[in-house]
């Protein structure tokens, strides 16, 4: 009895593991981007690891920072911010966390200083994301990663242009705003970088298909006559093959027109060769000789 009540412990215990990872594992799930263009397969993981940055296109401090005049934004990619420090106090933050966990339920936060007190706006949710190029023509100049946040009074937006640079990270001190609700900013990073597979044309080509052309046909034809001649007249064994004395006779046949061509290759040559032979002349024979 005990040690079925601690298995069924274990199973719990793994359960509820499984599902406080399973978000995380969408959200990641989330930061992917395929698209065929030019014959190639481009592939974007923003949130895929690499030796030099383990955490993919996300901040390591939890969180990305831009201030602009009076506004501050506050914002993360391809998963919730997290505040180890600096964590936003502004009023109105009940969309990001509450006043106790302020910006640690969003993607992205824009605090700004009205009438002396800062009010937060949930701008982005991790739940909510969109991926797109930045060029349509050029997907190597890397994509747009845009968050929604849906609120009970407006819809508001965070478009992050992630430009491709191998080099280096650089975070660009710009916020730029469209309508009432809808902000822009843009970086660069290695992950904004896409891995290009090259997708060779696959497919039968004109000759596979003449080839099934020719063949799907023939191939009805002997597998009907076959039926036929068995089922209906009675004839058996090879015999039922339709036109089996043909058949048999193709390779026969076959090498009775190689030989001739063969025969006929080497008579043109022998012609070729006769009519550039030197020509004897009689009159040498007879050319008294000179002493």
């Known amino acids: 009895m005990c040690m079925g009540d601690g298995l069924v412990a274990r199973v719990l215990r793994c359960s509820l593991l499984l599902l406080c990872v399973e978000p995380l594992l969408a959200l990641r799930r989330g930061c992917e981007f395929s698209i065929t263009h030019s014959n190639s397969l481009y592939n974007f993981s923003l949130a895929a690891p690499s030796r030099k940055y383990p955490h993919g296109v996300m901040s390591e401090d939890g969180f990305y920072k831009i201030a602009v005049n009076e506004s501050l934004l506050l914002y993360q990619l391809c998963d919730q911010m997290i505040f180890n420090h600096d964590q936003p106090r502004c009023l109105n933050c009940q969309g990001c966390g509450g006043p106790l966990h302020c910006g640690m339920q969003c993607s992205a936060l824009v605090s700004e200083n009205i009438g002396g007190y800062f009010v937060c706006t949930t701008i982005g949710q991790a739940s909510n994301v969109n991926i797109s190029l930045i060029d349509r023509s050029n997907p190597e100049k890397g994509v747009i990663v845009k968050m929604f946040s849906i609120g009970p009074k407006e819809n508001c937006s965070l478009s992050v242009s992630v430009f491709c640079d191998s080099t280096k990270v650089q975070v660009y001190n710009s916020l730029t705003m469209s309508g009432s ?77 190689l030989r001739s061509l063969v025969r006929r290759l080497q008579g043109f040559s022998r012609d070729g060769r006769g009519s550039y032979a030197p020509v004897r002349d009689d009159r040498d024979f007879y050319r008294p000789a000179s002493y």
């Open 181 to 257: 609700c809808d902000y822009a900013t843009k970086l660069r990073h290695p992950c904004g970088c896409a891995k290009v597979t090259s997708r060779h044309r696959k497919g039968l080509g004109w000759f596979g298909t003449l080839l099934i052309i020719v063949l799907c046909p023939f191939g009805g034809y002997l597998f009907i006559g076959t039926i036929y001649r068995y089922f209906f007249l009675k004839i058996h064994g090879a015999q039922a093959i339709p036109n089996l004395g043909f058949w048999c006779s193709l390779p026969q046949r076959a090498r009775t027109l």
